[in-house]
């Protein structure tokens, strides 16, 4: 839908907000004691339903994100050549599966635990995208509630498919540890062009990510529990 209609952006944008709390929400996992309560006590299927849901909602936040920073920052002559040219996204410091045949040499384990890979890779560049976007004069509220949701729900994201895989895992200790990105380089202090290049091609890239984490889950609830629709997959 389109941010800047009237009055429907401001109904569209009350009922997601409504949305983002009911399906953000389960994905809480620790309570207030620091435990994995709130995930641990229900079944893996319906677990794997809810990182689905807050995987489906990330990507549409992002999307929007996009959407904002190129109606804001972005000229439209500029666009078009970056999507002639495509965005360059750098390649991630771990193997992730993508074509079909890759998928099928993997176990359901590695499957996940490529998805856990992905998401942590993004909880640092996301936090440093809030920091640079917090500088600029003219970045509009929406933009920036939005960048730090899905930054805040990416690390709820975290937590829901640490305890899948520990549930996978029945009780196994896993290594978890990734939060690499070469995206971006915090070190760096571009002039204000570059700067917006930069965090649009951060957006776009962790658009792209966020759809891969996307498919791969699906993927996964196939396997798992219905096997005659992985051949969409």
Known sequence: FNLQQIPWSWVWGLLFWTCWETLAQPLDCKDELGGFTRCTSISQEKLLDRIIQHAELIYRVSEESCA???????????RAVRIQGGNVCMAQPFPIPSSKSELQQISDKWLLHSVLMLVQSWIEPLVYLQTTLNQYD??????LNKTKWVAEKLLSLEQGVVVLMRKMLEGGILTTSVHEQSVIQPDVQPEMLDSILRDYNVLTCFKKDVHKMETLLKLLKCRQFDKFSCILY
């Open 68 to 78: 904002l920073f190129e109606d804001m920052f972005i000229p439209l002559p500029m």
């Open 138 to 143: 003219d970045a509009p509220d929406n933009l």
